[in-house]
């Protein structure tokens, strides 16, 4: 894997086990965004503010924001470390959520 | 009628009682005051934890017992236990074993002490409930450590001794206590059980490299990044193969407080002047010891080494007994298929195959050995030194009174001991009233 791997924290113990532990904070394990060949890309005008992608994001790269068309709570992905598994695409109720692939220019949501 | 119990080789400190190996390891759970025990039951394992709730339920032992649906549960609730800050015991045989295979890597890797009581016995099929070594060695690449015991009194000091050691700073790995299958699981002998305060003294509270609790965050088990992951397991190497130093530490200790000695790895037994050594580990070392009397009044110098800790690797005592022996003779009570038995290519390797060396599977599926048994072994093998001037042998399976010479060796001739019981192949199921 790529250079991130440096900035891993090491959980030792005073006798200087290495511990399977890492603190809990974003990007643990790496930035899991390289891993993407497909992105999920949001049309905010569909989105409902429902919150199921939110919810189900096993990562927890997505913060519901106020930047809706009418200033409603939309999905913002962090693409660092989103990891394209779809999951937020495939709960969406209203399909305000789509996969694009990687290959396709990028045009992220400000 | 309690005057017809032999009177034990060894000091009494507190109430000698006779049980069963299972009642001893379930009594040394009582002693080191575990909090948390969970398990499937298994043949013959079961009456551990048994006993253990006998204990729980007339109010001898504060402890949680969680009957789980699996053995992959029972040690992974355990293991949730351990982690949770308590002292934690699970016990199993077998198809048990292999069926929590996954999460003994969990509990090792994670560096949680957990205590684990290994019934031996064969896993099938076919299906065998009797005792061999297949299931205990399977844990040697596990990162646990792995002691065998020899007798009933030995299963109740190794499990407190293993409390003792894998909560060590030094160490903080599980540890597995193997006993075997019937020969001591179910056969009663005198035990001394040590007072409460003496094993109180021994016990220090118990120690982990950390605790999981309520509101603080932490992610376990996490990827790591692949030279991370290498780090991680060369410190487990070095914990495990230098916890011979706290082993002997806390077995010089337990002496002080019991009179039984247990600062070795190794037991010897008439090995210093000896020119001969059969090595294997379990109770048949008893049998062996006989064997080595019996093999003297013949004029062969035999003498016993007993592996009592199978990791760490006993490799100090292992190499200043053995390198200078003319022969040894291993017993293994399990194989690894295609090539010799476990104890044989640990060995070997240890003594750098200088003494002549002979590896002999025996007494799988739980086949009686007794000691006439083994010194029949013993001689054939000086039989055939003495025929050949060196040999090393990876496989010589002793079976029902002979030998067959097996690969990856070229075929040798041996003697048979006496005719047994064999039937012939073609006859099975031909119908004898025909």
Redesign the interface.
């Given at each position: 894997?790529s250079s991130s791997?440096?900035e891993?924290k090491?959980v030792v113990?005073?006798?200087?086990?290495?511990?399977?532990?890492?603190?809990?904070e974003v990007g643990?394990?790496?930035k899991t965004g390289s891993w993407r060949t497909e992105r999920p890309v949001l049309s905010p005008e569909k989105c409902t503010s429902c919150y199921l992608c939110w919810l189900y994001c096993p990562d927890d790269v997505i913060t519901m924001e106020p930047r809706g068309p009418e200033g409603n709570e939309i999905p913002v992905i962090d693409y660092e470390y989103c990891k394209g598994c779809g999951i937020c695409v495939d709960v969406c109720p209203v399909n305000a959520l789509s996969m694009i692939s990687e290959e396709e220019p990028i045009e992220i949501q400000r | 009628m309690a005057n017809s119990i032999p009177k034990p080789q060894w000091q009494v400190t507190g109430q000698l009682i006779p049980m069963r190996g299972n009642d001893a390891v379930a009594y040394a759970v009582k002693l080191a005051r575990v909090e948390f025990v969970a398990a499937y039951p298994i043949t013959p394992q079961t009456i551990i934890v048994e006993k253990i709730d006998e204990m729980i339920s007339h109010g001898e032992l504060e402890a949680d017992m969680m009957h789980v649906e699996s053995e992959h549960s029972a040690l992974a609730a355990t293991y949730g236990a351990a982690i949770g800050g308590v002292r934690a015991f699970t016990a199993t045989s077998s198809h048990g074993l292999a069926y929590m295979y996954e999460v003994l890597w969990w509990v090792a890797?994670?560096?949680i002490p957990v205590v684990m009581a290994i019934v031996a016995r064969a896993i099938g099929p076919p299906w065998n409930i009797h005792v061999e070594h297949s299931d205990v060695m399977v844990t040697r690449e596990t990162g646990w450590l792995v002691s065998v015991a020899e007798n009933n009194q030995e299963a109740l000091d190794l499990t407190i001794l293993m409390f003792r050691v894998t909560e060590d700073?030094?160490v903080?790995l599980p540890g597995i206590i193997g006993l075997d299958g019937f020969i001591l699981s179910h056969t009663v002998e005198p035990v001394d059980v040590p007072p409460q305060e003496v094993i109180d003294e021994f016990l220090p509270p118990r120690r982990q490299?950390?605790v999981f609790e309520p509101g603080r965050?932490?992610?376990?088990?996490?990827?790591?990044?692949?030279?991370?992951f290498e780090?991680?397991r060369i410190?487990m190497h070095y914990?495990l193969a230098s916890a011979s130093r706290v082993i002997k530490e806390a077995g010089r200790e337990y002496a002080k407080l019991t009179g039984r000695d247990y600062s070795n790895l190794t037991e010897c037994y008439r090995c210093s002047d000896a020119d001969y050594l059969i090595a294997g580990t379990g109770s048949w070392m008893g049998d062996a010891k006989i064997a080595v009397d019996l093999l003297r009044e013949k004029g062969l110098k035999f003498g016993a080494l007993r592996l009592r800790w199978i990791r760490p690797f006993p490799w100090d005592e292992v190499r200043e007994v053995g390198l200078n022996k003319k022969l040894v003779v291993i017993l293994d009570r399990s194989i690894s298929f295609g090539y010799a038995g476990q104890l044989f290519i640990e060995l070997s390797s240890a003594l750098e195959a200088k003494p002549s060396i002979v590896g002999v599977p025996a007494g799988i599926g739980g086949l009686d050995i007794s000691y006439s048994d083994i010194a029949y072994i013993g001689e054939e093998a000086v039989r055939l030194l003495e025929e050949k001037g060196r040999i090393y042998i990876p496989v010589l399976w002793y079976h029902l009174g002979g030998f067959k010479s097996l690969p990856p060796s070229r075929q040798i001739e041996t003697t048979r001991r006496a005719q047994f019981l064999s039937i012939d192949i073609e006859s099975i199921g031909e119908d004898e009233n025909r």
């Amino acid at each position: 894997m790529s250079s991130s791997t440096t900035e891993r924290k090491l959980v030792v113990d005073r006798r200087g086990h290495f511990l399977p532990l890492s603190p809990s904070e974003v990007g643990s394990a790496g930035k899991t965004g390289s891993w993407r060949t497909e992105r999920p890309v949001l049309s905010p005008e569909k989105c409902t503010s429902c919150y199921l992608c939110w919810l189900y994001c096993p990562d927890d790269v997505i913060t519901m924001e106020p930047r809706g068309p009418e200033g409603n709570e939309i999905p913002v992905i962090d693409y660092e470390y989103c990891k394209g598994c779809g999951i937020c695409v495939d709960v969406c109720p209203v399909n305000a959520l789509s996969m694009i692939s990687e290959e396709e220019p990028i045009e992220i949501q400000r | 009628m309690a005057n017809s119990i032999p009177k034990p080789q060894w000091q009494v400190t507190g109430q000698l009682i006779p049980m069963r190996g299972n009642d001893a390891v379930a009594y040394a759970v009582k002693l080191a005051r575990v909090e948390f025990v969970a398990a499937y039951p298994i043949t013959p394992q079961t009456i551990i934890v048994e006993k253990i709730d006998e204990m729980i339920s007339h109010g001898e032992l504060e402890a949680d017992m969680m009957h789980v649906e699996s053995e992959h549960s029972a040690l992974a609730a355990t293991y949730g236990a351990a982690i949770g800050g308590v002292r934690a015991f699970t016990a199993t045989s077998s198809h048990g074993l292999a069926y929590m295979y996954e999460v003994l890597w969990w509990v090792a890797g994670s560096r949680i002490p957990v205590v684990m009581a290994i019934v031996a016995r064969a896993i099938g099929p076919p299906w065998n409930i009797h005792v061999e070594h297949s299931d205990v060695m399977v844990t040697r690449e596990t990162g646990w450590l792995v002691s065998v015991a020899e007798n009933n009194q030995e299963a109740l000091d190794l499990t407190i001794l293993m409390f003792r050691v894998t909560e060590d700073p030094r160490v903080y790995l599980p540890g597995i206590i193997g006993l075997d299958g019937f020969i001591l699981s179910h056969t009663v002998e005198p035990v001394d059980v040590p007072p409460q305060e003496v094993i109180d003294e021994f016990l220090p509270p118990r120690r982990q490299p950390y605790v999981f609790e309520p509101g603080r965050l932490v992610a376990m088990g996490n990827l790591m990044p692949d030279e991370i992951f290498e780090e991680h397991r060369i410190d487990m190497h070095y914990s495990l193969a230098s916890a011979s130093r706290v082993i002997k530490e806390a077995g010089r200790e337990y002496a002080k407080l019991t009179g039984r000695d247990y600062s070795n790895l190794t037991e010897c037994y008439r090995c210093s002047d000896a020119d001969y050594l059969i090595a294997g580990t379990g109770s048949w070392m008893g049998d062996a010891k006989i064997a080595v009397d019996l093999l003297r009044e013949k004029g062969l110098k035999f003498g016993a080494l007993r592996l009592r800790w199978i990791r760490p690797f006993p490799w100090d005592e292992v190499r200043e007994v053995g390198l200078n022996k003319k022969l040894v003779v291993i017993l293994d009570r399990s194989i690894s298929f295609g090539y010799a038995g476990q104890l044989f290519i640990e060995l070997s390797s240890a003594l750098e195959a200088k003494p002549s060396i002979v590896g002999v599977p025996a007494g799988i599926g739980g086949l009686d050995i007794s000691y006439s048994d083994i010194a029949y072994i013993g001689e054939e093998a000086v039989r055939l030194l003495e025929e050949k001037g060196r040999i090393y042998i990876p496989v010589l399976w002793y079976h029902l009174g002979g030998f067959k010479s097996l690969p990856p060796s070229r075929q040798i001739e041996t003697t048979r001991r006496a005719q047994f019981l064999s039937i012939d192949i073609e006859s099975i199921g031909e119908d004898e009233n025909r």
